[in-house]
């Protein structure tokens, strides 16, 4: 969760740039494959250690012009986004689904200073014309975050399950997340987001919708 370890991201696409400059000028990016997966996977992988990492990887990749992000794998290993044994959705499984259902394509400029144990990212928000989106990573493990909201929204917070950071399971506003009947996916239910000041507690990962925020790009 450290900065250094979340910004090698950046040091990695760096390196493929230049080879992409090099062999195919004016390419798109795309990452065909990515996951803790070093030595056939990471133990963490399948925590929600490990959404911090994917999450923020996927919002650096983003505002960085990388235009499609595939991860490895959906059901296999420790870094499957399901468990393979009881078909169980890991962490990063709700991650990648609030981020597919809120995140839209086009990127923005959070307009939040960039700063220690705190990374904010911003995109249209997906099907709401002038709406935003926002991810609002937490890393401080201790302390809380505060930024100011211009507009009311809704919000999606997600903290560990029982067991602390390495719980296979994860929170969503205080709730466990887990299958419904019949394994149905669970509504993905938001809390309001006042305007004015918000707090992001610590070793937290929020996703913001902001749909009358009326911005010009997102029409």
Request: with cysteine.
């Amino acid at each position: 969760m450290s900065d250094e370890w979340l910004r090698r991201t950046d040091e990695t696409l760096a390196f493929y740039k230049k080879l992409r400059d090099e062999f195919a000028p004016g390419q798109p990016i795309w990452n065909t494959e990515t996951a803790d997966t070093a030595c056939g996977g990471n133990p963490w992988g399948g925590t929600f250690l490990d959404t911090f990492r994917y999450l923020d990887q996927l919002g650096r990749l983003a505002k960085q012009d990388v235009h499609v992000v595939v991860h490895n794998t959906l059901l296999a290993s420790d870094y499957g986004l399901i468990d393979d044994r009881t078909l169980t959705p890991k962490p990063n499984y709700w991650g990648a689904l609030l981020w597919r259902r809120l995140m839209g394509s086009v990127v923005l400029d959070p307009g939040v200073p960039a700063q220690q144990g705190l990374h904010v990212y911003a995109h249209c928000l997906r099907s709401a014309s002038g709406g935003i989106a926002m991810l609002v990573i937490n890393t401080d493990r201790t302390a809380h975050r505060t930024l100011t909201l211009g507009r009311n929204g809704a919000r999606y917070t997600l903290t560990s399950g029982p067991g602390g950071l390495q719980s296979k399971t994860v929170k969503l506003n205080g709730q466990l997340l887990a299958l419904g009947a019949d394994d149905a996916v669970p509504a993905l239910a938001s809390v309001p987001a006042p305007a004015g000041n918000t707090t992001f507690p610590p070793a937290s990962i929020t996703f913001v919708a902001l749909p009358d925020s009326g911005n010009a790009a997102c029409r």
